[in-house]
């Protein structure tokens, strides 16, 4: 067994149990391979939980308040007038918080199921189904039909609608919001002179700050969820039993 | 591989080729919408008579271009890119006979990823401006266009619709060839 190079602590005892239920396979390489993809794939998604809880941390602190004086000439005083920009003053803003939330969410969800079957190799958890919110549907409906068989077989044959319903619709919803949020911030810093908007980040530098660095990292969000969507279906390609 | 299941897997053989009937009018829709949507959007120009609040007040004719607006140039370039994209892709899937050579389908498969992701960003940059241009923001004191501009921005609506659909069916495709792969090897 091609187990000894591989530095995750439960694999030696792993092929034990395995060999003792019906194997899919049997094969030894394919067992090897299928672990380095389990592991990017719990890393992927942990990363993406942490970008997406950055962004929407980040969006949310922006609120800068500026006091502005003004003079009046009669009676002569002078008003202090307090003006504050925060992430809600825009809808593209609320959208983006909501989205990267979402998605977040989602990170965690599945962070925690990929890594409970990493863990459990004999996939004979039958808590996956609970624990699965969005994809509930498919691996209940399979549970259900196969409970005599290992779950972990069955679930990669029905994960193509999960990868269908889930992870690109996710990539749409968090690039738009990237792409929204991106382009409210760019009138905001280049203004436009043709229908008179004035440029904002002037007079609210740190609130800009705030905002470009939650695009910036909402931007390497979408990149990751794009090599998790590359990397599933890179593994389905490789018949490679997960 | 047996494919009838699944109401998108229309497979037609032709002599010894394989050829996804439902895939090519999908790529061929794409291509298509978002071909409009680009022209839509790229040829949008109007000009009115605003009377500008001088002293004396004058008329000004005032024309709104789609290059005026960043996120509409955005736009234009991107929905290009997935028209070229799509032609280009609905050219390699026939000329490859339908067969998955592990190389070409993962380049597609990829490439469709990357422009659902390119749409859907500048479908979401359109939206946002145009919802600046139609509501206008009072916080910093950005007035609203669409009021005045109302052909512009109603042609601008149509083409981010469009272009919405078009990301869908990139959508459908990578369903389509999820499915393809998963039929093959298991």
């Known amino acids: ?242 | 591989m047996d494919t009838q299941h699944g109401n998108h897997g229309e497979v037609k053989e032709v002599g010894k080729r394989k050829v996804s009937m439902s895939e090519v009018g999908l790529r061929f829709l794409a291509f298509s919408l978002t071909l409009v949507a680009a022209v839509l959007v790229g040829v949008d120009k109007q000009t009115k008579i605003v009377a500008v609040s001088t002293l004396p007040p004058l008329n000004v004719p005032l024309t709104a271009k789609f290059h005026h607006f960043s996120a509409f140039v955005y736009f234009v370039v991107v929905n290009a890119i997935a028209c070229a994209y799509a032609i280009i892709s609905l050219v390699l899937t026939l000329a490859s006979k339908g067969g998955n050579k592990g190389g070409l389908a993962l380049m597609i498969t990829t490439l469709d990823l990357v422009m659902l992701a390119l749409l859907s960003s500048a479908s979401g940059a359109t939206g946002g401006v145009g919802l600046i241009g139609i509501r206008g923001n009072s916080h910093v004191e950005w007035k609203k266009v669409c009021n005045v501009f109302d052909k512009f921005c109603h042609q601008m609506l149509a083409g981010l619709v469009l272009s919405v659909v078009g990301s869908a069916i990139f959508l459908l495709l990578l369903v389509i060839s999820a499915r393809k792969l998963q039929k093959t090897h298991y």
Request: glycine fraction near 4%; charged fraction near 15%; aromatic fraction near 10%.
């Open chain 1, 1 to 242: 067994m091609a187990s000894t190079d591989y530095a995750v602590p439960p694999e030696p005892t792993a092929p034990d149990v395995e060999k003792a239920a019906p194997p899919p396979t049997g094969d030894a390489p394919p067992h090897a391979r299928h672990d380095y993809f389990r592991v990017a794939d719990v890393v992927l998604r942990l990363l993406l939980f942490a970008a997406a809880l950055v962004a929407v941390v980040v969006m949310v602190t922006s609120k800068e308040t500026r006091t502005v004086v003004a003079q009046i000439r009669f009676p002569p005083s002078l008003v202090f007038e307090s003006d504050s920009a925060k992430f809600q003053d825009s809808p593209a803003f609320i959208y983006f918080v909501a989205a990267l939330s979402v998605a977040g969410l989602y990170a965690i969800i599945t962070t925690l199921v990929s890594f409970l079957a990493l863990l459990k190799p004999s996939c004979s958890t039958k808590l996956l189904p609970h624990f699965v919110i969005f994809d509930v549907i498919y691996r209940w409906d399979i549970y259900r039909m196969n409970s005599g068989l290992r779950i972990c077989k069955i679930d990669h044959e029905k994960q193509v609608p999960e990868i269908a319903c889930c992870m690109q619709l996710l990539l749409g919803i968090v690039a738009a919001a990237t792409g929204a949020a991106g382009g409210v911030a760019y009138v905001g810093i280049k203004g436009n002179s043709h229908t008179h908007w004035a440029k904002v980040c002037g007079v609210y530098g740190r609130f800009c700050a705030h905002v470009e660095s939650a695009i910036a990292v909402s931007i390497f969000a979408s990149i990751l969820l794009a090599n998790l969507v590359i990397l599933s279906v890179h593994s389905l390609s490789k018949k490679i039993p997960k």
